[in-house]
């Protein structure tokens, strides 16, 4: 069972920057995808952006411009967040689908808050 171990989020205010970052707890042998999804207070989980293996990149258009998905060759995957606004607020789950069988995997969420 794959573990992601994600961490960065905090507080900010609007404008500002943050940087999340999610490392599978195994070595992962075929990754399809990587990224990260957002859920508000009584909203759906929605797409931020993924990376898959062969670096193509999908991002929501909410934050198309603002943020960057990027990924290492250890499948560590970051999100750049910059002027972050207060629609940003929610928890960021980091999310991994394996090549193959396409099992998806999911981190525990980590909270993203944007307040003056």
Request: net charge positive; aromatic share 10%.
């Amino acid at each position: 069972q794959v573990q992601l171990v994600e961490s960065g989020g905090g507080l900010v205010q609007p404008g500002g920057s943050l940087r999340l970052s999610c490392t599978p707890s195994s070595t992962i042998s075929s990754v399809y995808a990587m990224g990260w999804y957002r859920q508000a207070p009584g909203e759906q989980r929605e797409l931020v952006a993924t990376i898959r293996a062969g670096g193509h990149t999908n991002y929501a258009d909410s934050v198309k411009g603002r943020f960057t998905v990027s990924r290492t060759n250890a499948n560590t995957v970051y999100l750049q967040m910059n002027n972050l606004s207060p629609e940003d607020t929610a928890v960021y789950y980091c999310y991994l689908k394996i090549g193959g069988w396409g099992t998806e995997y999911w981190g525990q969420g980590t909270q993203v808050t944007v307040r003056g």
